[in-house]
């Protein structure tokens, strides 16, 4: 294991197993299942930065597990309780606690679906200059974080680490995946985005935005995978501070965001070290979304 000086897990390495890394988790083949262990790291625009937040591997890992709870959706969950895990991972126990899950295999969909029922981030920038989301046509009259009259269903292909993913719109969607996985696609996208988006409004916090992952189980049905309206994946507005007309302060990584624009960073490797002040309101932020959406304190 590999933490930084701010006790930061940076990298998990269990000696024998099969290994593949992302941005953010660390996935190891066990055989009929895989760990999934989510590790500290945090990127943003696509770039990996070099140091960690402390905790906030917990925060993706324990929201994720609160969300498919709350779902109901059939998902690739096995457990996340260490003490059930194989006997060859026990050695690593206290590393895994919190921030890990068995998970199913299952074949993944190639494409991130994504859910916004707000106009912000590129989908605004797109409709500013054309008056469209992903190629879709909007009414006029939308502002910046206006709430949109329906729910938008707008996939992107899923890119290699260091690469963007790029929009496409429902038509290209069928033309990869064919039009029965389309259609479950966008109807289960929106349907859990809008139960959890109803949920956290009752709890304060708007859901602007999110993506979710698929995949398909042995038996041909969607399985729900990956991570699950966390606040890498989503974007969150404290009620009391939304307005139309200008983004609100979010419980998400568009903390970090703002300031790596601050310094004119131009969204290319290598990433610059976050200051330790910008590093501890960022693990605030993300602690705070993860015990307000759920309720609980974080383990």
């Known amino acids: 294991m ?24 660390d996935v190891f083949d066990l055989g009929d299942t895989l760990l999934m262990v989510v590790t500290d790291r945090i990127s943003a625009f696509d770039v990996i930065l070099p140091c960690g937040v402390p905790d906030k591997g917990k925060v993706l890992n324990q929201l994720s597990l609160f969300w498919m709870e709350f779902l109901g959706m059939k998902n690739h969950l096995v457990t996340a309780n260490v003490d059930e895990y194989p006997e060859a991972l026990k050695p690593y126990a206290a590393d895994l606690a919190g921030r890990s899950m068995l998970v199913k295999k299952v074949k993944m969909v190639e494409i991130e679906c994504i859910a916004r029922g707000y106009l912000t981030g590129s989908g605004w920038k797109e409709y500013q200059k054309s008056q469209s989301v992903n190629g879709e046509k909007l009414r006029a009259g ?8 329906e729910v938008l269903f707008t996939p ?33 996208t929106i349907s859990l985005y809008s139960r959890a988006a109803d949920y956290a409004k009752s ?31 989503s974007r969150f507005w404290p009620e ?8 609100p302060p979010s419980l998400d990584k568009q903390y970090v965001r703002d300031w790596l624009d601050s310094i004119n960073f131009n969204h290319q490797p290598p990433g610059p070290v976050l200051p330790d002040d910008v590093i501890a309101r960022t693990r605030e932020i993300y602690v705070k979304a ?10």
């Open 2 to 25: 590999k933490y930084d000086k701010n006790h930061a897990l940076l990298e998990c390495a269990i000696p024998g197993l099969p290994q593949k890394s992302g941005k953010v988790r």
């Open 156 to 188: 992107t292909t899923k890119a290699a680490i260091g690469d963007h993913d790029e929009a496409i719109n429902y038509a290209e969607t069928v033309k990869l995946v064919g039009s029965e996985t389309a259609a479950k696609l966008k109807d289960a």
């Open 203 to 233: 709890h304060g916090i708007i859901i602007a935005d999110t993506k979710f992952e698929f995949g398909m189980d042995a038996d041909g049905s969607l399985i729900l995978a990956d991570e699950v309206l966390t606040p890498d994946s």
């Open 290 to 299: 993860y015990e307000e959406l759920s309720g609980r304190k974080l383990v």
């Open 142 to 149: 939308y502002q910046n974080a206006s709430k949109l009259d």
């Open 240 to 247: 009391a501070s939304y307005a139309v007309g200008s983004n």
